[in-house]
């Protein structure tokens, strides 16, 4: 079994390219440090070289400008808040109009090479229309589409008008830009499927920083655990209902009087689906020694939790967003040797099999969760029945993601990068 600490060169060393003397502008809709792939993408930038300018939203309390791991950070004061689409809708245009003046007045001086623009929402990159005209290069990171986002959120049906508003702003944003990236496969055939063009369009997939997730091997098997043995479950992300936290709260519920030693850790920053349905829950099953939220914490502090747990729980409701997302947090889990469930999904299975990870099964047009909660608790039990065959199903796993590593979608992304501002 592959092992490696933070000082280990995990692939082939390769030349890195160089953007000594390039000058880049950041555009995100988000805070800065805390959205990883900007996090990633801004460094990477700076450590080759490039002078990078972010600009993003402002939780207040922050200094107005500062340099943070080589990232000139500016932030405004519009903060994100959790609300209908709507208020969201104004959120958007309101940070739009004021990135484009920033963006605008800084280009009559600096002319950059280069402005990477982060969705959502995807007409941000209009916020470089200026620039553009000034000679910079402009890529259009997808993060994730909006219309699959907007089904999940609010369960708009497939014909509502403001989906197809949103279809259209994205093909005119992928039109606009020079360069598109998104996460992963099934990403990359929605958008080239109805937004194209496929040339225009490049997977740079969000892996763990290998500093804060360095690859171990999966602890021993305890091939003598008892069903009253401690076995911690976890969770880690945002609150919402989409990602099915409530199922997983169920489905523990249900194993415990056979299997008392069971815990869940639940992480991630508080919100109304927290408040309104997921702690009201454990105080209606009376789980509040098993449950424990433990609030927000940083990517170092997750990994910490993570070494510590015994199963990573990613438990989504099946929906249009869910069906092609890959989520990081799979990554994370099998590069610190830990077992993972996940839902079977055209996104996961672009990468896995049944042969390296383990799968539950969304029973057929169920979005509520009921039924999942069965079949979750079943891989919950599997798991904790069988630690020699779960040991070996994190290997496999472990497998998938040498090939995805860090290092190497940091030089696929960099030499994107030197090709198209040369």
């Known amino acids: 079994m592959p092992t490696a600490s933070s000082s280990t060169t995990l692939v082939p060393p390769t030349s890195t390219p160089t953007l000594t003397g390039k000058r880049v ?3 995100v809709f988000s805070y800065f440090p805390n959205d990883p792939r900007v996090f990633r993408a801004a460094t990477a930038l700076s450590e080759t070289g490039a002078h990078v300018d972010l600009f993003c939203l402002g939780k207040g309390g922050e200094p107005k400008m500062e340099s943070l791991s080589g990232v000139n950070v500016t932030r405004v004061g519009i903060k994100k808040s959790r609300a209908g689409k709507l208020a969201y809708i104004k959120q958007y245009v309101a940070f739009t109009a004021a990135a484009f003046a920033w963006l605008s007045k800084r280009s009559l001086k600096l002319r950059y090479h280069l402005v990477h623009v ?12 200026l620039a553009k005209l000034l000679g910079s290069k402009v890529v259009l990171d997808l993060h994730d589409p909006m219309p699959e986002v907007f089904i999940a959120k609010y369960g708009l049906k497939p014909n509502h008008p403001l989906l197809h508003l949103l279809r259209f702003i994205e093909k ?10 998104t996460p992963n496969r099934a990403f990359e055939k929605l958008f080239t499927s109805r937004s194209g063009p496929q040339e225009k369009i490049e997977i740079v997939m969000n892996s763990p920083l290998e500093e804060v997730f360095p690859l171990v091997s999966p602890p021993p098997v305890d091939e003598g655990r008892k069903k009253d043995d401690p076995f911690r479950l976890m969770y880690h992300g945002t609150l919402v209902e989409r990602h099915g936290l409530h199922t997983a709260i169920n489905a523990l519920f249900d194993l415990l009087d056979d299997y008392p030693g069971l815990t869940f850790d639940i992480y991630g920053a508080p919100t109304p689906y927290l408040t309104g ?3 009201p829950l454990i105080d209606e099953l009376g789980l509040q020694e098993k449950v424990r939220y433990h609030g927000e914490k ?3 502090e997750i990994a910490k939790a ?3 747990c015994d199963l990573g729980l990613i438990p989504n409701l099946q929906s249009a967003f869910t069906e092609i997302n890959f989520p990081t947090r799979i990554f994370e889990y099998l590069a610190l040797g830990k077992p993972v469930v996940v839902p079977r999904t055209p996104g996961i299975e672009d990468y896995f099999d049944s042969e390296d990870i383990i799968f539950f099964d969304w029973q057929k047009d169920n979005t509520r ?12 039990e599997w798991i904790f029945q069988h630690p020699i065959e779960t040991r070996i199903l994190v290997g496999r796993g472990q497998a998938i993601y040498l090939r995805h590593l860090w290092q190497a979608e940091r030089q696929r992304f960099l030499r994107l990068i030197l090709a198209l501002v040369n």
């Open 25 to 27: 502008a950041v555009i």
């Open 118 to 129: 982060h969705n959502m929402p995807d007409f941000l990159v209009f916020s470089a229309l």
């Open 172 to 181: 005119l944003s992928i039109g606009f830009a020079d360069l598109v990236l």
């Open 277 to 279: 349905t997921i702690l």
């Open 298 to 300: 940083s990517l170092t």
């Open 306 to 308: 993570v070494t510590e």
């Open 369 to 380: 969760g009921q039924d999942e909660e069965e079949e979750l608790a079943e891989k919950i």
